[in-house]
Nanobody, 124 residues
Framework: QVQLVESGGGLVQAGGSLRLSCAAS????????MGWFRQAPGKEREFVAT????????YYTDSVKGRFTISRDNAKNTVYLQMNNLKPEDTAVYYC?????????????????WGQGTQVTVSS
């Protein structure tokens, strides 16, 4: 099993920044990809960004390219999501996820492990 714990959410004004953290523990060696997803009220969970532990590759959904950056700290087994120039439409619960296999398979059912989520609210 892999345990994921997110932190860093909060309330921010449009144009502001937040950094989310996801601390991974347990059998992390069984996973090769980490990802951030989000779910707004009344909407389906959607992919935001993914990261490869092995190759360091990243993949972003179009709406966050140039504004969000996914990164890692190997020593801490932690993945971050730096979110800049936030917009009201970024408001959602943000989830960290992990799986084995390609970072390009972004459909949520393909991801094996999930954190509890952290709320991000962007006011206009």
């Amino acid at each position: 099993q892999v345990q994921l714990v997110e932190s860093g959410g909060g309330l921010v004004q449009a144009g502001g920044s937040l950094r989310l953290s996801c601390a991974a523990s347990g059998r992390t060696f069984s996973t090769s990809a980490m990802g951030w997803f989000r779910q707004a009220p009344g909407k389906e969970r959607e992919f935001v960004a993914t990261f490869s532990w092995s190759g360091g590759g990243t993949y972003y959904t179009d709406s966050v390219k140039g504004r969000f950056t996914i990164s890692r700290d190997n020593a801490k087994n932690t993945v971050y999501l730096q979110m800049n120039n936030l917009k009201p439409e970024d408001t959602a619960v943000y989830y960290c996820a992990a799986k084995s296999g390609s970072i390009y398979y972004t459909s949520p059912p393909l991801w094996q492990y999930w954190g509890q989520g952290t709320q991000v609210t962007v006011s206009s």
